[in-house]
């Protein structure tokens, strides 16, 4: 195939711990680290992966975001991706704006497949994949554990309940990665640097002309309530009894 795109959203950093804004609207990130959403690294490592195996002849990294965002699709280069496109915004849109504006660019790149995370941690909407193979009219893989290309055919295998289903789609086609996939790659040194000098075009959100009206409103973000410290026993009938008296059993 010709060409993967590769849509890649920055979160807070998995290792910071979250703290809601005062006003409850959200998440506060200011001073916090941020970093490549789990899963968009993972499918970051797929397409490069399948381009060193000959089956891809180009990786196109995309984010919608700040101009921060460009650390990302940086280290996205530096992984392997050929070059990069940063969709700018201080706003950041909703699935369904994103879905569009990753349509906008699979009209201008006409890549073979785009591979997505399955969801972004910090919303943990899951919407962004679907929408736009709903969009696109192509067939999609949600949640791939498993991928392998062959022709104009792409295999997928997703875990289900109870054990894994594994379905063949005809390219170009949507999918969406879950953690299994593959283990992402260190980027090394040489690699950092070789990354700087690739290409990195930004276009301005408004260039694309998408809806970006939010038809969601969010009613309130709360921190989960801190867990009670755990006790000490000394017999399995104490155990039993502490758990009879939590109602556990
Ligand atoms: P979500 O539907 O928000 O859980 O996100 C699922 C996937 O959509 C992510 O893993 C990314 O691949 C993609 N995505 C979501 N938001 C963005 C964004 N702002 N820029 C680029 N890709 C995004």
Known sequence: MKKIVVPIKMVLDANMRPRVKEDGTGVDLSGMKLSINPFCEIAVEEAVQLKEKGQA????????????????????????????????????????????????????????????GKQAVDDDCNQTGQMLASLLDWPQATFASAMQVDGDTVRVTREVDGGHQTLALTLPAVVTTDLRLNEPRHCSLPNIMKARKKPLAVTPVAAYGVDLTRRLKVLSVTSPKPRAAGRRVTTAQELVADLRAAGAI
């Open 57 to 116: 002849e180009e990786v196109v990294v995309v984010s919608i975001g700040t101009s921060k965002v460009q650390d990302i699709l940086r280290q996205a280069m530096a992984m392997g991706a050929d070059r990069a496109l940063l969709i700018e915004t201080d706003e950041a849109p909703e699935p369904l704006a994103t879905a569009k504006l990753i349509q906008a660019i699979v009209g201008e790149e006409n890549p073979d497949l785009v591979v997505l």
